[in-house]
């Protein structure tokens, strides 16, 4: 009884799993028809003239912030050296009122030292958000023409290593897409 399901399930097995062998097989010599495209997005976003302009304003969106802080601290610096020359002479309660607003003080510009970097995040996100997109449609309009499956950002060392017949480098080809 043993033999004949043995008889039976060696050809079934061989049969099962043969399809399996030369779908693998095909896939080792078919591997050529999946390529993928690699850019730096920074080498991309960088070279368009747009973002010359863009930097420009975040300079200058930049330096105002800094100039507001730079005011705020001096303020505070004025009045905490003007708190140390008088302490001395202060009663109690005025000495407590002094420091309380000289806290408050502080507080305030540690909070608006956050909120002008989260700004200036968000004014920056928002005037590259265009050229983000101009790249993206750069990218799908590359991608099409060249037959690829998808495109990989290489910054920041995402990808360690691309296979040269399975990948092509497309920074250029996307950059001259945006001219």
Same mark, same amino acid.
């Not at 061989?14 to 896939?27: C, G, K, N, R, Y």
């Not at 080792?28 to 920074?42: E, H, I």
């Given at each position: ?5 043995? !008889? &039976?399930?060696? @050809? ?6 043969? @399809?399996?062998?030369? =779908? ?15 850019? =730096? ?5 960088? =070279? ?8 420009? =304003?975040?300079?200058?969106?930049? %330096?105002?912030?800094?100039? %507001? ?22 009663? /109690?309660? #005025?000495? /407590? !009122?002094? /420091?309380?607003?000289? /806290? ?5 510009? #540690? ?14 996100? !928002? ?7 101009? #790249? ?15 495109? #990989? ?7 360690? &290593?691309?296979? @040269?017949?399975?990948? %092509? ?5 996307? !950059?001259?897409?945006?001219?």
């Amino acid at each position: 009884m043993v033999k004949n399901a043995v !008889k &039976w399930v060696l @050809p079934f097995c061989l049969f099962a799993f043969l @399809p399996l062998t030369v =779908s693998a097989q095909d896939v080792a010599t078919d591997g050529n028809t999946l390529k993928y495209g690699y850019l =730096s997005y920074d080498a991309v976003l960088h =070279s368009m003239n747009e973002y010359a302009t863009v930097e420009t =304003s975040m300079m200058q969106l930049n %330096e105002k912030y800094a100039a %507001e802080q730079k005011r705020a601290e001096d303020e505070f610096n004025r009045k905490y050296e003007e708190f140390l020359d008088t302490q001395r002479d202060m009663p /109690q309660t #005025i000495l /407590q !009122k002094r /420091q309380s607003e000289l /806290q408050d003080l502080l507080d305030r510009n #540690i909070t608006f030292k956050k909120e002008s970097q989260a700004l200036l995040e968000q004014a920056k996100a !928002k005037a590259e958000a265009p050229l983000r997109k101009r #790249i993206a449609e750069a990218m799908g309009r590359v991608g099409i023409a060249r037959g690829l499956a998808f495109i #990989i950002n290489t910054d920041q060392q995402a990808v360690a &290593w691309t296979h @040269p017949m399975m990948g %092509e480098d497309v920074t250029e080809a996307v !950059k001259t897409a945006l001219r």
